[in-house]
């Protein structure tokens, strides 16, 4: 709802309330955070409580998954419509490209963020992120700091570009 509100005067813009991953009907605990949600994940929270000791863990549900490709398919969106692929999923960004391998070199850009750090139980990493999209032909062409702490790690916001056409 929230969602929807906050788009309902963007033109051409339309909500999904959807667990998105490398799975499709797998039932997940989603854990709910006390920062009206911003922080939620399908991970447990590790060293982000260190990075923002503020941000708590309010509550667990069950979601059920499904791919990217899954939920296109099912709402007829047509992908060449878009040229990028933006994904804020708290650490579980690796699991959304994998559910799209197919459809990925749709795409002329992708944009993701990424932690160098565990900051979500066994969530993805920056490296791996970044190996994933280059054996798709893409390539990294900015990166920058969105959160950091000397003693932790750092946040970032990486925006990748196609550069090979063979896939």
């Known amino acids: ?27 997940y605990d989603f854990h709910i955070t006390d920062n009206d949600g911003l922080s939620s994940s399908l991970f447990e929270l590790k060293m982000h409580k260190e990075m923002w000791p503020n941000i708590k863990k309010k ?13 296109i398919n099912e709402e007829n969106i047509n992908i ?12 579980s960004e690796l699991l959304v ?11 002329k850009y992708i944009k993701t963020e990424a932690a160098d750090f565990e900051s ?7 490296k791996e992120i970044n190996d994933f999209l280059i054996n798709y032909g893409f390539q990294e062409m900015n990166r920058y700091s ?11 916001d990486i925006l990748f570009k196609k550069i090979s056409k063979k896939f």
């Open 1 to 27: 709802k929230k969602l929807n509100q906050n788009i309902k005067n963007i033109p051409n813009q339309t909500g999904f309330n959807e667990l998105i991953t490398d799975h499709d009907g797998k039932l």
């Open 59 to 71: 509550k667990t549900i069950k979601l059920k998954s499904k791919t990217l490709e899954t939920l």
């Open 80 to 91: 060449s419509d878009f040229q990028a692929l933006i994904i804020d999923t708290q650490g």
């Open 97 to 107: 490209l994998k559910g799209c391998e197919k459809v990925l070199n749709k795409f």
């Open 120 to 126: 979500y139980e066994n969530c993805c990493l920056l």
């Open 146 to 156: 969105t959160g950091e702490n000397d003693e932790i790690g750092q946040y970032f």
